[in-house]
């Protein structure tokens, strides 16, 4: 039996925490939660960590395999930005 697995509705076996400004700590628990963030809440600092996650996160809605590094570069992004909570 094959079995199809939307990564739209796949989670990150650990999400990723974030707090933009002063507000409450964020949860991202796949990388289309994290490409939104990324295009619409993120800080106006945005470097070569930003480009590479809103690229592979782009990327990995529609790829399995991208998953995971997904979540690396988006971490890297969160750090770079200073928003990993």
């Not at 628990?29 to 809103?54: C, E, I, V």
Request: some cysteine; aromatic content about 10%.
């Amino acid at each position: 039996m094959n079995m199809i697995v939307r990564t739209s509705d796949a989670r990150w076996p650990e999400p990723v925490y974030l707090r933009i400004g002063y507000g409450m700590p964020e949860k991202i628990r796949n990388p289309q939660d994290a490409l939104n963030h990324l295009l619409f809440r993120w800080p106006a600092m945005r470097g070569d960590k930003y480009r590479s996650a809103t690229d592979i996160c782009s990327a990995a809605s529609g790829d399995p395999l991208l998953f995971d590094r997904a979540r690396t570069i988006f971490i890297e992004a969160c750090v770079e930005a200073e928003v990993l909570d």
